[in-house]
C-alpha cells in the first residue's frame, strides 16, 4: 500500500497542481457546528439521499422544496407521528416522488433522530461524537437503526451534512483496489475494517482528515464511468 503522499503526488499529477487538488475538498463543519444543527435539517437531508439513490439526482433536487413542504419541513416530531391518512396523501401527491418503501423510511427515521436526540442532545453531537477512527462503526450504526441508510447512501449523506467522511465511490474503490485493499463496495463487516484501516494509517501520516484523503484517492484515478442516476464524485 503506498504512503499517502505518493497517492497525493499522483492527484497533483492528474490535475496540475495541489490547488487543483484542494479546491474541490469541502471543510466539515466543527463538532460544535454538527451539534448545532436542528433534527429537521438532518431528517431532510437523510431524506434526500434517500430518494437521490437510483434516481436523477437534479430531478429530486428540483422537487426537493415541494418534499419540504409536504414533509411538514421534516419535523421529526411531526413526521414520525405520520398518520395513515398522510401517507396515502404523500402517495398521491404529484410533486415529489411518490415511491411508498421511501416515504415510510422518513417515518422510520424522524424515530431515529428522536431517539439520539433524546439520548445524545443532538444528532450532530451523537455523529461528532464518532472520531475518524470509528467511521465504519458509524455506518453500521445507522445502517442498523436507520431506514434505508445502506453503506453508500450514509456516506453520501454525512458527506453533505457536513461529516468528515469517506465515500466509497467508484474511483475510490479503484484506487484502493491498486492499493491491495479491497476490490469492491465492502459487503462484509471484515471487508470495512480493512477500508478503516487503511484510512486509519493514511490518516495517521498525512493528519488530514476522512474527507480530504477519500477525495484525493478518487482524484489520483482516471473515473472509469460516470453515472447520471447516482450520487456526485466522491
Known sequence: MRKFTEILAIAVGRKGSIAAVEVSIPAPLSPENLSAVPGDRWLSQMTQNIFRAGFNRQVINRKWPAFEEAFAGFDPERCARMSDDWFDDLLRDTRIVRNGARI????????????????????GRFLAGHGPHQFAQLL????????????KTAQYFLREAGVDSYVLSDDVILRLSIEGVADKVPTSTRARQAIQQAFDVWQSESGKGLTYISKVLAMSVESPCVSRFHHSPA
Open 140 to 151: 453500521e450504526h445507522l445502517h442498523r437503526h436507520g431506514d434505508r441508510l445502506g453503506d
Open 104 to 123: 415510510q423510511s422518513v417515518r422510520r427515521n424522524a424515530v431515529l433522530v428522536l431517539d439520539t436526540i433524546k439520548r445524545h442532545g443532538s444528532f
